[in-house]
């Protein structure tokens, strides 16, 4: 991908909303037409998405989808809850189904770089996979100390560093080829640029 696509990509949004989360969070967004809007701009509407797998949960209905763009695949899972009324029928399987497409859809574009400030330093607490349970990351434990990348953007570099088949040697050479550092030591805006490199390294 050119860098004149992934300049169009990453560029920051505007329109950011935030809405309650869990345990009094605030959780900050972008809506999915805006997503598409940029796809649109930046690819010149020369990409398609698709749902690979989808699960109905007792709760919950989960979703593979696949980002395609020329030779660039992404795939993520999206997820949401069932929605019923008091009684507990189901209202529509095929609108939860299609909020959680909607859901894997964002998160497969974050991984071309869109988006991408959503993983800046102003972010709610972040859940994190202990074993079998979630755990609460208390919001002191993300803070970044001089602007260092965030627990959110080290862990998310790690997982594209993975998916490319790099170890943390191949990892940490390329950072420094870019920024005269190892990744752990990159600030939050070096990391989303080196985010926005490793989602186009596949």
Given at each position: ?202
């Amino acid at each position: 991908m050119d860098q004149e696509k992934m300049r169009l990509l990453t560029r920051p949004f505007n329109d950011i909303k935030t809405r309650p989360g869990r345990s009094g969070q605030s959780i900050s967004y972008v809506e999915a037409h805006s997503i598409v809007q940029r796809l649109n701009e930046a690819l010149a509407g020369e990409w398609s998405f698709r749902v690979l797998e989808h699960d109905v949960r007792e709760g919950e209905v989960i979703v593979l989808g696949e980002l395609r763009a020329g030779d660039i695949v992404k795939q993520a899972f999206g997820g949401s809850e069932v929605t019923r009324m008091r009684e507990g029928k189901v209202v529509s399987l095929a609108d939860d189904l299609k909020s959680a497409s909607t859901d894997a859809l964002k998160k497969a574009a974050t991984l071309m770089g869109v988006a991408l400030q959503l993983y800046g330093v102003d972010e709610p607490p972040q859940r994190v996979h202990a074993g079998p349970k979630l755990v609460e990351q208390p919001p002191e434990a993300d803070a970044p100390p001089n602007n260092r990348l965030t627990r959110k953007q080290a862990e998310f570099i790690g997982k594209l560093a993975k998916s490319n088949g790099m170890g943390r040697h191949e990892l940490d050479e390329l950072a420094k080829q870019h920024y005269g550092k190892s990744a752990a030591f990159l600030t939050v805006k070096e990391a989303s640029e080196f985010i926005a490199t490793l989602s186009t390294a596949a």
